[in-house]
């Protein structure tokens, strides 16, 4: 019977011989030494060696070579080697659904369900790498901004991973964040203001007038403004409390710990709010709704397409985003001499970092 290097008939069996790592390997194949298993025992053991030389042999193609063997058991129990992309992503979800806002629980769902697990779910998390992410990063065709929104559950699923010492090393941590174009301030002129307002001429349209006029007044976000109550408004004082923000119809807490904020009442501002006092609902806990339908906003879409771009159309203004309105406000504080600080509480900012950064321009210098 012809005989094979590494390949020795132990009785009944057939032991099968390798090195790895520096280590000698041996492995029992439960088959009858039959000149066509020993045969098969050598391919088994060639394609180990190729594998080798190919630097691709690890602790689960071992277990796949020999299912039985305890070693390769041992140098797989790993749970790295075993638990899927997948189930690691929907288990992190799960982990987190308790300290997390439900419209960000809905953004880590479509994500993991439409982009990641599609792509990464079959793996298990010791076969993802970082050139992978990257390369299918560069394939899908959307904005940066967006690529890195879809990234996030996959990058906090990782860390955690690392942090338990389920993973020995983090890919997602050589897979940095693309870059993104900020959104530039392009604030609005006193006459543009007065065009745009112009254009709510009809009883019913003076809600929405009064809407936009606090807009560009108070600086608060869409989200903001649509989320504040009566009850949030401190007329002895000439202030708001801003405490929440609408996203998706579901009310949260603001975007920052910051930004939960009181901001003076200016005097476009208060303006617009005692002209709203006359609409005032019994039914309906927001200072702003839809005048219309006679109900809340659930979120921004109604007053970007059926309130704030009819009206820039009329008024023959060029389109700009509705949070051009909160640039405005920042910019035309600035210009009138406040205090860059005052306008970075104001706003929501942790300090005055941000509007040094984006309203520099607008900042009067001391002589």
Request: hydrophobic share 35%.
């Amino acid at each position: 019977m012809k005989t094979y290097k590494g390949v020795t008939p132990r009785g009944d069996s057939i032991q099968v011989s390798f090195s790895w790592n520096g280590n000698r390997y041996r492995e029992t194949l439960n088959r009858k030494p039959t000149p066509q298993n020993m045969r098969e025992a050598n391919r088994v053991r060639e394609s180990v060696l190729l594998d080798i030389d190919r630097g691709v042999f690890d602790h689960k193609l071992y277990l796949n070579r020999f299912p039985n063997s305890a070693k390769a058991r041992a140098l797989s129990s790993s749970k790295a080697d075993f638990l899927s992309i997948d189930k690691a992503l929907w288990g992190w979800l799960r982990s987190k659904r308790e300290y997390i806002e439900k419209s960000t629980q809905r953004d880590y769902t479509s994500a993991i369900d439409h982009h990641l697990s599609p792509r990464f779910g079959s793996l298990v998390v010791n076969e993802l790498k970082a050139r992978d992410v990257k390369a299918w990063l560069t394939e899908l065709n959307i904005s940066n901004k967006r690529k890195n929104n879809i990234l996030t559950p996959l990058r906090q699923c990782f860390k955690e991973l690392f942090l338990d010492e389920v993973i020995d090393v983090n890919p997602l941590e050589r897979v940095p964040n693309l870059s993104i174009s900020t959104r530039e301030p392009n604030p609005f002129t006193e006459e543009e203001i007065n065009l745009i307002l112009g254009q709510f001429k009809a009883p019913a349209e003076i809600p929405h007038r009064n809407l936009i006029q606090f807009a560009f007044a108070s600086g608060l976000r869409t989200s903001e403004l649509i989320a504040l109550r009566w009850s949030d408004v401190d007329f002895n004082n000439m202030r708001i409390q801003v405490k929440h923000a609408r996203v998706r119809n579901h009310d949260k807490g603001t975007k920052t710990s910051s930004g939960k904020r009181f901001v003076d009442l200016q005097p476009s501002a208060l303006e617009a709010i005692n002209r709203q006092l006359q609409y005032r609902s019994e039914t309906i806990l927001e200072v702003f709704y839809d005048f219309f339908r006679m109900k809340p906003f659930k979120d921004d879409q109604f007053i970007r397409k059926s309130i704030w771009k009819p009206a820039l159309r009329r008024a023959d203004i060029q389109y700009r985003s509705p949070y051009q309105t909160r640039h405005t406000y920042a910019s035309h504080l600035l210009s009138r001499g406040k205090n860059p600080l005052y306008v970075a509480n104001q706003m929501g900012h942790a300090d005055w970092g941000m509007i040094r950064k984006v309203y520099g321009k607008w900042i009067k210098q001391d002589k």
